[in-house]
């Protein structure tokens, strides 16, 4: 399987067990919002928005979906109470430790996981 198949592997693996079915607008959220958490860094939306290339407006709606989902959860900045911090929960952090075996499994065997 070369690189663009496995790379689709992961992307169903996402779709399945993330629950991402028709948008990638919160892989793509999530991956910043885990990303700024393994470098024990504050999250703020004004980051994260200007992390990514989609409207504040679409990125407002993903957080308040994955929020609903228990993905990520967000907090008032004390330094800034209109800039909140967003953080991955308990949840979310599993699943990203279970995306990565899965990754690893796509790249080191080159056959599709399953979940």
Request: net charge positive.
């Given at each position: 399987?070369?690189?663009?198949?496995?790379?689709?592997?992961?992307?169903?693996?996402?779709?399945?067990n993330?629950?991402?079915?028709?948008?990638?607008?919160?892989?793509?959220?999530?991956?910043?919002?885990?990303?700024?958490?393994?470098?024990?860094?504050?999250?703020?939306?004004?980051?994260?928005?200007?992390?990514?290339?989609?409207?504040?407006?679409?990125?407002?709606?993903?957080?308040?979906?994955?929020?609903?989902?228990?993905?990520?959860?967000?907090?008032?900045?004390?330094?800034?109470?209109?800039?909140?911090v967003?953080?991955p929960?308990?949840?979310?952090?599993?699943?990203?430790?279970?995306?990565?075996?899965?990754?690893?499994?796509?790249?080191?065997?080159?056959?599709?996981?399953?979940?």
């Amino acid at each position: 399987m070369g690189i663009a198949g496995r790379a689709l592997s992961l992307r169903q693996w996402v779709q399945k067990n993330m629950g991402f079915v028709t948008s990638m607008v919160s892989y793509d959220v999530i991956l910043v919002v885990c990303s700024h958490h393994e470098r024990d860094e504050i999250l703020t939306m004004k980051r994260l928005n200007a992390s990514l290339s989609y409207s504040v407006s679409h990125i407002r709606r993903t957080i308040r979906s994955l929020e609903a989902m228990g993905l990520v959860e967000t907090q008032e900045n004390e330094a800034d109470r209109r800039n909140a911090v967003v953080r991955p929960t308990a949840k979310l952090l599993e699943l990203m430790s279970r995306f990565g075996e899965a990754a690893r499994s796509v790249y080191a065997s080159g056959v599709q996981t399953a979940a």
